[in-house]
């Protein structure tokens, strides 16, 4: 079955660090762009950063860039967000798509959707 999972939020100080991953089964991931979207509560959704096919370009949303660190493990068929000096207002639930491409930091033409991963940025 082709899918991506999310996994790695959790509850993280301000000021605080915390890696996410998106792990694909069925597919190989390297083949397609993944982004990531952030949900905060009671906004839409949005992107926060995207990898190109073969990892080709990287790109991040404003708000968070030099924050933000996105990578591939292609052994493991998974995709990486590293987030640094995380702030309250990052707080939301993380999804991860597979799509045909990036525009900026948005994924495009996505194919699969995980559930999303919670990350909560509280003292």
């Known amino acids: 079955q082709e899918q991506v999972a999310e996994s790695g939020g959790g509850l993280v100080q301000p000021g605080g660090s915390l890696t996410l991953s998106c792990t694909a089964s069925?597919?190989?991931?390297?083949?397609?762009?993944i982004g990531w979207l952030r949900q905060a509560p009671g906004k839409e959704r949005e992107g926060v950063s995207c990898?190109?096919?073969?990892?080709?370009?990287?790109y991040y949303a404003d708000s968070m860039k030099g924050r933000l660190s996105i990578s591939r493990d292609n052994a493991k068929n998974t995709v990486y967000l590293q987030m640094n000096t995380l702030r309250p207002e990052s707080t939301g639930v993380y999804f991860c798509?597979?799509?045909?491409?990036?525009?900026?930091?948005?994924?495009?033409?996505?194919?699969?959707w995980g559930k999303g991963t919670t990350v909560t940025v509280s003292a």
């Open positions: 990898i190109s096919p073969s990892s080709a370009g990287r």
């Open positions: 798509a597979a799509g045909w491409g990036c525009s900026s930091y948005d994924v495009v033409g996505e194919k699969y």
């Open positions: 069925g597919f190989t991931a390297d083949d397609y762009a």
